[in-house]
């Protein structure tokens, strides 16, 4: 019984991946880098020889078969090639890995970069404050005399900046040219 219900399971997901795309985030390191490499020299118009001449001039010796069997998955890609490649290409190495859809498109790229480090920074700054909330409430559980003071001061800074984070990413409210609460008196 477990053995059939298997199969139907292979069978059942069978097309799914026939039918997945073959670039992009699915590719290994190696077929991004060997697909990247064929895109980038056909971009510019290159033949396999003309990119082959380009890596020896450099000082990175390969021949034209070597550049072929590396585009189709024939020959592996080391570390001195791939640098090699990206020199020549004129392309981060850093790149030169990634999905060859979104790697060519270099703006793509610093995009998904500075997100990427966005979420790290939120990550850290989570992880702070979770580690400073900690410690003020350990404090205050040594301190209760001045809980509610000091609990008071925490939210009326954290509403501030609060205030101050949306007034830059949305502006003054509608009405309110300068930023202030028409209520402040």
């Keep these: 019984m477990l053995q059939t219900a298997v199969h139907r399971y292979e069978r059942k997901e069978a097309p799914v991946a026939e ?5 992009g985030v699915l590719l290994s390191g190696e077929a991004n880098v060997a697909t990247r490499i064929r895109v980038e020299r056909e971009a510019r118009g ?7 001449d380009r890596l020896n001039e450099a000082g990175f010796e390969m021949n034209p078969s070597a550049v072929w069997r590396i585009e189709n998955g024939k020959r592996r890609i080391n570390l001195d090639d791939a640098i090699g ?5 004129g392309i981060d190495l850093r790149n030169l890995v990634g999905p060859p859809q979104l790697a060519a498109k270099a703006r793509a790229m610093e995009l998904i970069d500075e997100v ?24 205050l559980a040594e301190h209760p005399d001045i809980r509610e003071e000091a609990d008071l001061m925490v939210q009326s800074a954290i509403a501030e900046e609060a205030n101050k984070t949306m ?8 009405g309110d040219s300068d930023g202030h609460s028409t209520d402040e008196a």
């Design 19 to 23: 039918e997945e795309p073959s670039e």
């Design 46 to 52: 290159w033949s396999t020889n003309a990119l082959s």
């Design 85 to 89: 490649f990206a020199e020549v290409l």
């Design 116 to 139: 990427v480090d966005a979420f790290r920074a939120t990550q850290r700054a989570n992880m702070a404050f979770t580690q400073a909330r900690e410690a003020f409430d350990a404090y």
């Design 167 to 174: 007034l830059k990413m949305h502006g003054p409210p509608p």
